[in-house]
């Protein structure tokens, strides 16, 4: 069968398309224009964050976060090893080692807990990332990070719009990522942004953005040329990628009360299962104000989910699986480094199923999807 409820779907809420003819029939539809201007300035207002720079991708944001770290061969970067390869690759290709902490059965962010035991004296920073939306424990995090002089780079990729004990994601650490990837809350396709919460990471920061020159400065008409200062790569996207931003910021709260319907309806009518404890669903502490980015549950193990994916699949409802954790991937393995013993991190990722969530999922597909599941494990209890 071919599948009519797909697991994601890009959406136009309001003004992107009229923006992106604006952006080309203004003259500029390189980076750093009128759009992304307008686009910075929207969350900086929004989020009370000092700096924002819109960027190709978190990917992006993550590797500038990655530079203005200053790792060195040998230093140790802490982060989970359920998250998506780009916050360790940002580590990574600056030649740092990633130092995986497994996660919290609960909220399945880095476990604070057990930070502090795997400081070493060449760890530099903790990559927290804030998974489906869901705040980690920022405070004991900042403070572990404040007593061992560390940087902290939140991965909020997932954690645009979302807050933890009143405080915006993204703007807590030194420095946060958010994603406008299209599998996103808001989305220009492919796109990210730096939050830069600490004022002297400002300037560089700039720099590395624009390819190594001080490009930026010129245009402010803060030097009378721009040149090669530093290092740096192409990490400004498009205005026509920033007008179609901007549409979708202006729409943050109409995007996300629907996807807190989506949320609720899937939560209400799974109610059955969870309460039987066949499945569980995310857990989202009192301080944490969410997004909806995701909408998941945890099967009983490997087997069941994949009987349950090929169960909706037949029926033409798309749901996915992720993350294979970071420390048995290929790439890891053969840097032979101790094993970890990440039993949470491993035990998750053989047992969650995302279910299609995205703006424009109706009460009728989530009605169609959650019958599926439900379906599913009256099946398997008759058998
Ligand atoms: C989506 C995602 C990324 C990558 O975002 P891109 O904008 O596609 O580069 C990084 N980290 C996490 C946790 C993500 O979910």
Sequence with gaps: MTIHIPFNKPCIVGSELIYVG???AGGHASGDGPFTRRAQKLMEDRFGARRILLTTSCTAALEIAALLCDFGPGDEVILPSFTFVSTANAAVLRGATPVFVDIRPDTLNIDERLIEAAITPRTRAIFPIHYAGVACEMDAIMDIATRHGLLVVEDAAQGVFAKYKGQWLGTIGHMGCYSFHETKNFSCGEGGALVINDPKLEKRAEILREKGTNRSQFLRGQVD??????VGSSYVPSDMLAAFLVGQLENMEKITARRGEID???TML??????????????????CMPNYHMFY???AGLEERTALIAHLRAAGILAVFHYVPLHSSPFMKARNLPLADLPVTDDTSRRLLRLPMYFDLTDRDVAEVAAGVLGFYSERMVE
């Design 264 to 266: 609720r309806l899937y």
């Design 225 to 230: 040329k721009y040149t090669w200062v530093d």
């Design 297 to 299: 549950l945890l099967t």
């Design 22 to 24: 604006q952006a080309v």
């Design 270 to 287: 799974l109610a059955p299962l969870i309460e039987l404890g066949l499945i569980q669903i995310a857990h989202v502490p009192l301080h």
